[in-house]
Every structure is written in structure tokens, then in C-alpha cells.
């Protein structure tokens, strides 16, 4: 009963309301955002001169948005003769690489303009500056699509006050914006679709959304606008003919790839104190001893952003400790250890990066899975030269440095259409890798070679270099 009260008590303190962080603009040195595009020769400039205007547009409401004092300047140009991508960076950073030889003039307009908008939501720390670094509590922040709060730092980074600046955010909800003729043809069964949505998507990822607030709007009949967090969704035109399931499923596509945005502290704690501990008491114990909630809430986010689901929770729970709790005697039999290898004496403390408590889970479960025969190798995956990886890594490196390096990561990943999957040398390179392939076509799954079983050939997969250090190579040696 002691244990059970001091839990409770603990549960009444976390849920005492606290003021909201203060939120205000953030001025950042280099007012100007600099935004490149390099378009083929066969769109035309009335087209350039529209797509600029749209993304002008979008970029200021999102600027505003997030709290950043900048104003866009965008720039158009022809790409290399022969080129079949139009290209988008920002402060020279790759932010979209999308292959357009199939689209004609007349339909590149929208499909470009939200293949472009969409990449940039999926990078939208590179909008706060240069000065802001990848690894930072304010990038951390922002990948979420969340305002970060005035003073959040924007170099180093700390877990716990980044998922607590999260978590301590008021009045979270979706809200989502209907024509209103799009809203009449709605009947009761229909009704019902986006509920039906929010509960097929807790019981298949674990991921609790939160409440939807439909706003009807007079646009024309078929158009919607999403609003996730802190930033607004472009307006979707889904036909004058759209039904209310129509939108759902709309819905659904824009939040399955955003599922890591609404991965909350305080859903997780829920579970914890509410469900898990009358049933597991002992593994919630050990968990708390080895792990802050705000690192378990980061490596959930981080698995679920991995895609991996996160419903099975007393599982992850396991391997977390598993992966990296108290030091092991020699007494001590952990159930996910390999056979194969000679027993530890000493387990690594509990990390801090959730990028890498990530990776240690999925390890874990990869072996499992290997040992049982049910284990599946990546399909279609390959691997980054190891000079572009490394780029992507060099301590010190200037703005420019390191936009040459991601430019080269993306070109090469670019130039293999039917790749999947990236295998990454080391762990470290997983977050920088994925991070920059967000701004192609097919984006791929990334995994550190860490995370495959002992019997994976990691020097069989093809490795994909720049073609551009390709034909410079081909002109030196002809």
C-alpha cells in the first residue's frame, strides 16, 4: 500500500497545472532566408514566377507561425542542362530534390508546389538559420512542428527539458478546416469515420491523438486545411465531388507520416501510473530507476518515427532495460542476451539520445527475431559512400561545407529509384542521413548497421556515391 500511495501522490504533483513557457519571436541574426530554386528547362518561367509567389506565401504564414523573425528570398534559375529534378534549398541546404520528366507544364504546378511544401515541413528546423544546430533543443522542437518558447537553446540539447517544454504545451488538438458543402454530404454513418480513424490508429501504433476540431469554411466544395500543433497545412483541393471519407482518409495520410508529432508524455505516463503499474509493477519500478519519463517519452517518439509500433509498451519497456540498465553481475541471466556471445560482466549505463536508445531497442528485437527464424532483411537497401556519410559528420565544418556534403547524400540516394532503405557505418550518422533524405522522392528508411543480426553481410549492399564526383571522375581519367 506505501508503494501504491507514493505513486498516486507522485501522479497528483506531475498533474498540477504549470504556467505555460512564454512564447515570443525569436530575432535571428541572419534576417534573410535565402531560398535557391533550380528548375529544368522545360518549365517555364510564368511557371517559376508562380511557384514562387505560392511559396513566398506559405513560407511567411509558417515563419510567423513558428515565431522566427525572417522574411524569404527566393531566387529561380535553370538547372544543368539535361536535368530531370527541379531542386529547392535553403541557406543552400537541400530541402527538395523531386523528379519531374514525367509532368507536363500545365499539372507541374501543384504537384510541385506541395512536393516542395511537403519536404519543407519536413525539415523546418533549416528554417530558423545556420546558427541553429541540428542537434538542439530548438531544432528538436521544431521537428515537431511546435514553437519553441522564447530562450529554448539553439545549440545544445537536453531530453528532458525538450520533452518537458512539449508536454507542457496548452490547448493541443488537430484542427481541421471544411468547405461546407463538403460537410452536408456527410450522413450518419460517415459521421463516425474520423472517430473510427483516431481508435484504428491507437490499437495498430499506440499513438494517442488529440481531439479534432472541424472548423467549416466558404472555400470551394472539396477543400481542406489541416492544422498539426503549431503549423498549418497548405489547403488540399480534393475535388467538388469529395465525400466526408474522402477527407478521413486525407487525414489519415497527413497524420501516418507525421504519427511522431503527438507522441506525449503525459499519454505515456498515463499508461505507466494508471494500467501498467497494477500490472507490472516491478518492470515500471525498474524502468523509472534507469530512465527519466521524458527519455522513455524520447524513445518512443523516436521508434514510432522509425516507424516501429509502440503498442506493445511493457515490451519496449523490456528492452530498454535490457538494452541498457543497471550493471549485470555475473549471476544475472538477461532473457535478450545472445547465446553466441561470452557473458558481459558490465552493461553501459542508460544513455540520454534517443536516437540511440532507439537503435538498442531495435537490436534487441532484431536478434529475437533472428533467433526465432522470423527475422526479415531490409528490402531493396544500400548504403551512402563512406566519404558522403562522413561528411555529413565532420566536426567544425562551415555552412557551406556541410550543404555540399548533404547535396552529395542526396544526389546519390537520388540517382538509385528503387532503393528502399539506407544502412548507415554508425549510429551517429543515422539522425544526419535520415534528416537530409527527407528531401527526396522515395524517402527510405534508415537504419544503423548496429541494428542488423549477426549473420547480415552489410558489404554485400550496393554503395551509391555522387554522380556528379561520378562524371568528374569519368572526364579525369578519359
Not at 311 to 320: D, H, K, Q, S, T
Not at 374 to 391: C, F, K, S, W
Not at 425 to 449: F, H, K, Y
Request: with cysteine; proline share 7%.
Amino acid at each position: 500500500m506505501t508503494n501504491l500511495a507514493r505513486r498516486l501522490l507522485d501522479s497528483l504533483q506531475k498533474g498540477v497545472d504549470t504556467p505555460p513557457p512564454e512564447l515570443g519571436t525569436h530575432s535571428v541574426a541572419d534576417q534573410p532566408m535565402r531560398v535557391g530554386i533550380r528548375l529544368p528547362e522545360s518549365l517555364d518561367a510564368a511557371f517559376a514566377e508562380g511557384l514562387t509567389d505560392s511559396l513566398d506565401s506559405h513560407l511567411s504564414v509558417l515563419l510567423a507561425e513558428l515565431g522566427l523573425d525572417r522574411k524569404p528570398v527566393i531566387t529561380t534559375e535553370n538547372a544543368d542542362p539535361g536535368a530531370v529534378a527541379a531542386t529547392v534549398s535553403i541557406d543552400q541546404r537541400p530541402v527538395a530534390h523531386l523528379r519531374c520528366e514525367h509532368l507536363s507544364p500545365e499539372e507541374a504546378g501543384e504537384s510541385l508546389l506541395n512536393g516542395v511544401i511537403d519536404r519543407i515541413l519536413r525539415r523546418l528546423a533549416l528554417l530558423a538559420g545556420p546558427d541553429v544546430g541540428a542537434r538542439s533543443t530548438m531544432a528538436y522542437l521544431m521537428t515537431l512542428g511546435c514553437r519553441a518558447p522564447v530562450g529554448t537553446p539553439i545549440k545544445a540539447f537536453d531530453v528532458d527539458a525538450a520533452e518537458k517544454l512539449i508536454d507542457a504545451r496548452t490547448g493541443e488538438e488537430i484542427v481541421l478546416e471544411v468547405a461546407a458543402p463538403t460537410m452536408r454530404r456527410v450522413d450518419g454513418d460517415a459521421a463516425q469515420a474520423l472517430v473510427a480513424l483516431r481508435e484504428r490508429e491507437y490499437r495498430k501504433w499506440g499513438v494517442v491523438y488529440p481531439g479534432v476540431t472541424v472548423v467549416l469554411t466558404d472555400d470551394l466544395p472539396g477543400s481542406v486545411r489541416l492544422r498539426l500543433n503549431d503549423v498549418t497545412l497548405p489547403v488540399r483541393h480534393l475535388g467538388e465531388d469529395a465525400e466526408w471519407i474522402d477527407v478521413v482518409r486525407y487525414v489519415g495520410v497527413e497524420l501516418a507520416t507525421r504519427r511522431h508529432w503527438f507522441v506525449r508524455m503525459a499519454d505515456m505516463a498515463r499508461v505507466m501510473d494508471e494500467d501498467l503499474v497494477f500490472v507490472a509493477p516491478d518492470l515500471v519500478a525498474v524502468a523509472e530507476a534507469n530512465y527519466s519519463r521524458a527519455q522513455l517519452t524520447a524513445a518512443m517518439r523516436e521508434l514510432v518515427r522509425g516507424g516501429r509500433r509502440v503498442r506493445n509498451f511493457p515490451r519496449i519497456l523490456w528492452l530498454l532495460i535490457e538494452a541498457g540498465g543497471s550493471p549485470a553481475g555475473s549471476d544475472i541471466l538477461r532473457i535478450s542476451e545472445s547465446p553466441l556471445l561470452p557473458k558481459s560482466r558490465h552493461r553501459p549505463p542508460a544513455g540520454r539520445d534517443p536516437i540511440v536508445q532507439a537503435v538498442r531497442v531495435r537490436k534487441l528485437a532484431a536478434e529475437e527475431n533472428w533467433r526465432l527464424g522470423t527475422y526479415r532483411a531490409p528490402q531493396h537497401a544500400v548504403r551512402l559512400d563512406p566519404e558522403i556519410e562522413q561528411g555529413l559528420l565532420a566536426d567544425g565544418q562551415t555552412g557551406a561545407a556541410l550543404a555540399r556534403a548533404e547535396w552529395a547524400a542526396v544526389r546519390a540516394f537520388a540517382s538509385e529509384p528503387a532503393a528502399e532503405g539506407v544502412i548507415t557505418r554508425t549510429i551517429e550518422a543515422l539522425g544526419p542521413v535520415r534528416e537530409v533524405l527527407q528531401a527526396v522522392d522515395n524517402v527510405p528508411r534508415v537504419a544503423a548497421s548496429h541494428e542488423l543480426p549477426p549473420d547480415a553481410d552489410v558489404n554485400a549492399l550496393p554503395v551509391l556515391t555522387d554522380p556528379e564526383r561520378r562524371g568528374l571522375a569519368d572526364v579525369i581519367q578519359s
